[in-house]
């Protein structure tokens, strides 16, 4: 019958029990007067004449601090019972008391880890005195071994986080359990709960679990709490049966993750002090595996994710260049004939060729994706006439716009010194977010383009910007920033973080009433990034938004 293993806890440890005592003498009269003595001086006390009724107690697990024993009873010599109390709990404080004193009593107690000798008739004050020392002495014992266990547990925990590999952290573990415990056999099972365990590992590598024991290791799993037993065989090791077992889950961040089962040929006693170590190696390993599974699963997800994008880019540069040739053709045969024919039929190849145009707009946006993520797309600085280039992209739409019943107003300023930048990219952004404008704007509605010149400290302040870093000469510059504001239906507040992600539209892409590919705002930011500059958007749902950039104003 499998039992749960005492751990000990923080209660115990904040809160300690007085001190558990248990006396042995033949003579009744003598138990009561120890007993009662001891009670009074704040001890808890077990007595019994019958050395065997001690003998069961500590066999079925009762803990003790201290054992008086009488050296000579009828049925068991006292130095015989404490040695079989030593075997059950190395830690035991043992005190004889004798009418017989002799030097080779006095030898024999002192191979038993006697603590103290106490010849009768005795002083109840000496009784008091002694067992006081032999608690004393056994306190400093248990602090000297919870120093030596706490060395031990540092050495693993530093071992246990110098990896991530799985299988040196079992190994470090399982061999670190097996040196704490003083079992022969250990076995490592991993799993997400009791039906799922498999063995990770064992030691040594020839043995393997029962079925037996991987009963009890699933019964430890789902009491969350050691378990110790000996009445089966739980493993082989050599062809030979491993009847002890104590079985310890692993525990991480409050759930079970494992179980330790650690296996002898021979019964095993566990001392108290030993079985809190083998937890709290538990709990160190249980953490470090988790650690290293949860890494495993992060490192395979973004080899995923690498392989997706790479994937997406071969994808977007097949599917760009696949594209352009036949919609080439289609562009150029369509104009051809839109200018030979009237009436109806114009109409319908301008509708075939505004069509054909957005389909070219997207695979345009693709293609220069394709170029920034491959370095191709580096800029070309050259003096830049911001205003000029505004106006320019104004122009461009203004037949949209006049087309929507839309109205459109500049706000620039009358001079701006030409400062260095990429043209063909700044226009580039400029039509994009022009076409977002009008595209999220309805019929009446108004749109703003102004332009201003402020200083990088502005800048700073600005919580939603998507900006790098720029050198410390550039940020001494003034920076010029383009705001272009509409008044359409807003972005959702939880929408703004993601709308710069490539491929991301707001709405569901197949109910939507707008169009679009969502590359457009992506490659905004890819182009502002490379520059150098910095893109952000300000929106209220229902009210309209205003997206921004902003580069550095660099005339030389």
């Known amino acids: ?10 209660e115990s440890l904040t809160n300690p029990s007085p001190p558990r005592l248990l006396i042995v003498d033949d003579e009744q009269h003598m138990c009561d007067v120890c007993s009662r003595t001891l009670q009074r001086a704040g001890y808890e006390v077990m007595a019994t004449s019958d050395p065997y009724v001690a ?11 201290l054992l008086l024993t009488d050296i000579k009873m009828p049925t068991m010599s006292g130095l015989d019972l404490a040695q079989i109390a030593r075997e059950k709990d ?12 002799s030097l080779e009593n ?3 107690s002192v191979r038993r880890g006697v603590a103290d000798f106490l010849s009768k008739p005795f002083e109840l004050e000496q009784l008091r005195l002694a067992v006081d020392q032999a608690l004393r002495k056994r306190a400093i014992q248990q602090d000297n071994l919870r120093l030596r266990t706490l060395e031990q547990l540092l050495a693993v925990s530093e071992a246990l986080s110098a990896t991530l590999e799985l299988s040196e952290l079992a190994r470090i573990a399982l061999n670190a359990m097996i040196e704490r415990s003083g079992f022969q056999t250990g076995f490592l099972l991993l799993g997400d709960d009791s039906d799922t365990l498999y063995q990770a590992m064992a030691h040594p590598l020839d043995a393997h679990l029962t079925d037996a024991g991987h009963a009890l290791a699933k019964r430890a799993f789902a009491l969350c709490q050691p378990l110790y037993d000996d009445a089966a065989s739980y493993g082989v090791r050599h062809n030979h049966n491993l009847h002890t077992a104590l079985a310890v889950p692993l525990r991480a961040q409050g759930q079970v993750n494992g179980v330790v089962m650690l296996c002898d040929e021979r019964s095993t006693t566990l001392r108290p002090g030993i079985q809190q170590g083998l937890m ?5 390993a249980g953490a470090a595996l988790r650690n290293a599974a949860l890494y495993r699963q992060l490192d395979e997800a973004y080899q995923r994710r690498q392989e997706l994008d790479r994937l997406k880019s071969e994808f977007i540069a097949i599917a760009s260049h696949e594209l352009r040739t036949p919609l080439s053709i289609v562009l150029g045969y369509t104009m051809m004939v839109r200018d030979q024919v009237d009436g109806s039929q114009r109409d319908y190849l301008q509708r075939v060729l505004e069509s054909a145009q957005r389909i070219k707009e997207i695979v345009d946006d693709m293609v220069n994706l394709r170029h920034i993520d491959t370095g191709e797309a580096q800029p070309q600085l050259a003096p830049l006439d911001l205003i000029s280039t505004i106006q320019q992209a104004v122009e461009n739409v203004r037949s949209t716009v006049e087309l929507s019943g839309q109205e459109i107003v500049t706000r620039l300023p009358e001079t701006l010194p030409p ?6 990219k700044v226009l580039l952004v400029l039509n994009h977010l022009l076409s977002n404008a009008i595209k999220f704007t309805p019929a009446q509605g108004k749109i703003t383009i102004a332009l201003s010149v402020r200083p990088y400290a502005d800048l700073e302040t600005l919580n939603n910007a998507s900006i790098i870093k720029p050198p410390a000469s550039l940020r001494t510059l003034p920076w010029v920033v383009v705001d272009v504001a509409d008044t359409g239906i807003g972005i959702p507040a939880h929408e703004q973080t993601r709308i710069f992600e490539r491929f991301y539209q707001v709405g569901d892409s197949l109910t939507r009433e707008r169009g679009g590919a969502g590359l457009g705002l992506a ?3 890819e182009l502002i990034a490379s520059l150098g500059g910095a893109v952000w958007v300000v929106s209220r749902q229902g009210e309209g938004s205003t997206f921004s950039f902003a580069l550095p104003f660099r005339q030389t």
């Open 55 to 65: 003998i069961a107690a500590l066999n079925d697990g009762q803990q003790f601090d």
């Open 280 to 284: 709290l190696l538990a709990n160190h």
């Open 523 to 525: 490659l905004v930011r």
């Open 1 to 10: 019958m499998s039992q749960a293993v005492d751990t000990g806890s923080l």
């Open 106 to 108: 006095l030898h024999q």
């Open 90 to 101: 190395p830690e035991i404080a043992i005190i004889i008391m004798t009418g017989y004193a």
């Open 419 to 424: 400062f260095l930048t990429d043209r063909e």
